[in-house]
């Protein structure tokens, strides 16, 4: 009888170092596999915005453009023709003006690894203005400051910290957690170099009213005050906000909106890996930002942090655009916004213990707060939770709102209405054992997206 092939070692399988012999493809396969089982199951996630489903039809599509780097203009020529109409579908999506018919080019914009890398790019471009307007007129140009909220998502403390700008703050208060046009017009001035309103807050999945600010904004430049640009942080609501609330004024069709990022891996529907930026004109896009190479082969203009990336999610977008269309997106998000205000309602309606701070009608998010006199904290009901499957973050509210604590649930596409009547049930359980058992000790968390 022939003998088996020996099994490797699961007590020696490589942790720190490069093992000094490999194993079989099958062995190796089976090691990585059953480790990542013990990740909690993606579709469970409630906690993230980032996309976990994708057509069957996408994945192929994905895997087979795992080998390209997507930088490789040159070399990758159909690569780049669809990520130059991506960044133009998207900038038509947001109104921006002086797009040419069946052009892609005559948008100014690119793809990007995710929000994050989006944000850099688009506070440079203020930075690089507002330092250009300033040298110009003579002014001292030393100070830049960025007026943001205590809401936003920490990848703009990023920026601020990494490229030597002041963020000042504007705070939220328990019951409020957005900024307004009144804190706005009392914090800007002749160093800023711009204003971030958020469509879609990753504390509760909010609006903040963009054209209020940008109303505030003109104002202050119509006096003779600061003529301070507006920058939108669209990275979850980008994909939501231009289908289900069509007339809502946020983006290019505010004068006083110059810039704009978007996540294609949150409500665009696509795997991780893929954001967008981009500017209301050439004018708003220094040129010195972007640098020029040809090592590649040809003349190829770039303006990223990330010079090498796959072409996956550029195809795996691409195919979302073609597949969806404007009907298919409004189709999801409808249902995910009608979903969230069911789930919103019913535990209004049947788990009064909770308060429903935010109630899915803006982004298919739920913020959940606790009755004063629970027996419990939201980070027993997200530990209990756990034991049902489902991930549900637990954190306490931004700077001077932090005495209110919260659950959130995010719903997105594969996310099905039978999958939220089994959360709702299963939370409605947890609920029932906490009021009988109280508390289990679990300890606070702070938000991190």
């Known amino acids: 009888m022939p003998s088996l092939d020996p099994r490797p070692d699961l007590s020696v399988v490589a942790a720190t170092s490069l093992p000094a012999q490999g194993m079989s493809a099958r062995d190796a396969a089976m090691i ?56 133009c579908m998207v900038a038509d999506l947001f109104h921006a003006p002086g797009l040419e018919p069946d052009d892609p080019a005559s948008a100014t914009g690119v793809s990007t690894i995710g929000s994050s890398e989006a944000v850099m790019l688009s506070g440079l471009a203020m930075k690089w203005r507002w330092r250009a307007a300033r040298k110009a007129a003579g002014e001292d140009a030393a100070r830049p400051v960025l007026v943001l909220g205590s809401n936003v998502q920490v990848v703009w403390e990023k ?53 209020g600010i940008a109303a505030v904004l003109d104002e202050l430049a119509a006096a003779g005050g600061p003529d301070v640009p507006l920058h939108v942080d669209a990275a979850s609501g980008g994909f939501v906000a231009p289908f289900l609330d069509p007339d809502l004024a946020w983006d290019f069709r505010l004068e006083r909106v110059r810039s704009i990022n978007v996540s294609g891996h949150k409500y665009g529907l ?33 303006f990223t942090l990330n010079f090498s990336r796959p072409g996956s999610q550029i195809a795996g977008q691409y195919y979302n655009f073609l597949r969806l269309g404007g ?123």
């Not at 057509?55 to 997507?70: V, Y």
């Open 327 to 449: 009907a298919g997106y409004t189709r999801i998000m409808t249902e995910l916004r009608e979903e969230a205000t069911w789930l919103a309602g019913r535990i209004a309606a049947e788990m009064p213990v909770f308060t429903v701070i935010a109630d899915g009608s803006a982004l298919p998010v739920l913020a959940l707060g606790l009755a004063s006199d629970a027996n419990f904290t939201v980070f027993d009901v997200s530990h209990e939770l756990r034991s049902f499957g489902w991930q549900v973050p637990a954190y306490t509210m931004p700077a001077d709102a932090e005495q209110v604590a919260v659950l959130r649930i995010v719903l997105r596409h594969g996310f099905s209405a039978d999958l939220t009547r089994h959360f709702a049930a299963d939370l409605a359980e947890v609920v029932v054992k906490l009021q009988e058992h109280g508390s289990v000790g679990s300890s606070a968390q702070h938000f991190a997206h």
């Open 32 to 87: 990585v596999h059953d480790e990542l089982m013990l990740d909690g199951n993606a579709r469970m996630n409630l906690a993230t915005f980032v996309t976990t489903w994708m057509e069957p039809e996408a994945e192929l599509l994905m895997a087979e453009a795992f080998p390209k780097n997507s930088i490789d203009k040159d070399e990758y020529p159909s690569t780049s023709q669809i990520e130059a109409r991506l960044v």
């Open 270 to 302: 696509t795997y991780p890996g893929i954001g967008f930026a981009v500017w209301r004109s050439p004018e708003d896009l220094p040129s010195e930002l972007i640098f020029h190479v040809n090592y590649l082969g040809g003349d190829m203009p770039t």
């Open 159 to 211: 920026f601020c910290r990494y490229f030597d700008v002041e963020a000042r703050y504007l705070p939220v208060q328990p019951g409020r957690y957005v900024i307004t046009p009144d804190q706005v017009r009392a914090a800007v001035d002749e160093n800023t170099i711009g204003v971030v309103a958020i469509l879609g807050t990753t504390f509760t999945g909010e609006y903040e009213d963009v054209a």
